[in-house]
Nanobody
Framework: QVQLVESGGGSVQAGGSLRLSCAASGYTYGIYCMAWFRQAPGKEREGVAAIYTDGGSTYYADSVEGRFTISRDNAKNTLYLQMNSLKPEDTAMYYC???????????????????WGQGTQVTVSS
């Protein structure tokens, strides 16, 4: 099993920045890809950013491209999401996810992910 614990959420004004962290523990061997998803009230969960654990490809949703950066510290088994120029529409619960199946170019689709964290709330005020 893989356990994922997110941290770093909070409240910030529009234009501000936050950095989310996701600590992975347990049997992390074989994780292909990790990602951040978010879900706003009344909306479906959507993929925000994903990164392959070999340090290769990254994927971003169009809505965050150029503002968010996903990264991973393999030595610490920690995933990060640096969020800059935050907007009120970024307000959501943010979830970390991990996959031991190679999602290929579908890395932002939640059906590829089996392991999920409990989420951390991000609130952006205008």
């Amino acid at each position: 099993q893989v356990q994922l614990v997110e941290s770093g959420g909070g409240s910030v004004q529009a234009g501000g920045s936050l950095r989310l962290s996701c600590a992975a523990s347990g049997y992390t061997y074989g994780i292909y890809c990790m990602a951040w998803f978010r879900q706003a009230p009344g909306k479906e969960r959507e993929g925000v950013a994903a990164i392959y654990t070999d340090g290769g490809s990254t994927y971003y949703a169009d809505s965050v491209e150029g503002r968010f950066t996903i990264s991973r510290d393999n030595a610490k088994n920690t995933l990060y999401l640096q969020m800059n120029s935050l907007k009120p529409e970024d307000t959501a619960m943010y979830y970390c996810a991990a996959s031991k199946i190679n999602p290929s170019v579908y890395a932002l689709r939640q059906e590829w992910y089996y392991y999920w964290g409990q989420g951390t709330q991000v609130t952006v005020s205008s």
